[in-house]
């Protein structure tokens, strides 16, 4: 079943999502849900929050990025209770960034290229690895839902204040994207 997106301005993308346990009803169906969801609305990324569920769980696909990135031909992967340990400082990379919670708004955003991440799998068996790369920047980016942020709150100075108009037309519902989604009433 397709999910609606929630976007920006919806109370559940700036709450702290909590951890899951196996018991979690129907938690099967949600994630072929939110898999439904992600390709319909041609993502690469989704987190439990933008469909309104304000629980510890992404999924991440970045097949169609296999023409250009060769390494995720394959790359499709659920995070349960996802957090990041560590983030490597050493390096950072700016690339733009997009978000299916704010259709229209596209920004370059400065992340470590590098994180150390823990988290279950659908076996809710435990991993705890380092990730680079750009699986690390979208990681990254799908943690923030699950912490109550969004990309946009990484942007400084000038930046932020630019896109100051976008964010209001979101939050009065004046935008259009291909997939379905759930406006702040």
């Known amino acids: 079943m397709i999910l609606p997106i929630y976007t920006y301005g919806q109370p559940v993308l700036r709450q702290v ?3 899951i346990e196996p018991d979690y009803p129907q938690l099967s169906e949600l994630i072929q849900n939110m898999w439904d969801t992600l390709a319909k609305s041609d ?6 929050p933008q ?4 629980i510890r769980l992404i999924i991440i696909d970045l097949t169609p990025l296999a023409e ?5 031909a394959d790359f499709r992967r659920v995070y349960i209770n996802p ?14 960034e997009g978000c299916l919670s704010l259709p ?29 790369g750009y699986l ?9 839902h699950l912490d109550g942020e969004v990309f946009t709150d990484h942007l400084k100075g ?28």
């Not at 370059?108 to 435990?126: N, S």
């Open 51 to 54: 469909v309104g569920l304000s």
């Open 68 to 72: 250009d990135m060769p390494q995720y």
């Open 104 to 132: 229209g708004i596209h920004e370059k955003v400065r992340r470590p290229t590098r994180v150390r991440l823990t988290w279950q799998d659908e076996q809710f068996e435990e991993h705890d690895e380092w990730i680079d």
């Open 43 to 48: 993502g690469i990324g989704l987190a439990a």
């Open 136 to 144: 690390a920047r979208v990681v990254q980016h799908e943690v923030d």
């Open 83 to 96: 957090y990041i340990e560590e983030y490597d400082e050493t390096e950072t990379d700016v690339s733009e």
């Open 158 to 185: 000038l930046r932020r204040q630019m896109i100051k108009s976008q964010l209001s037309d979101l939050l009065k519902g004046r935008f259009s994207c291909s997939y379905k989604v759930k406006l702040r009433r």
């Open 17 to 19: 999502a909590e951890d």
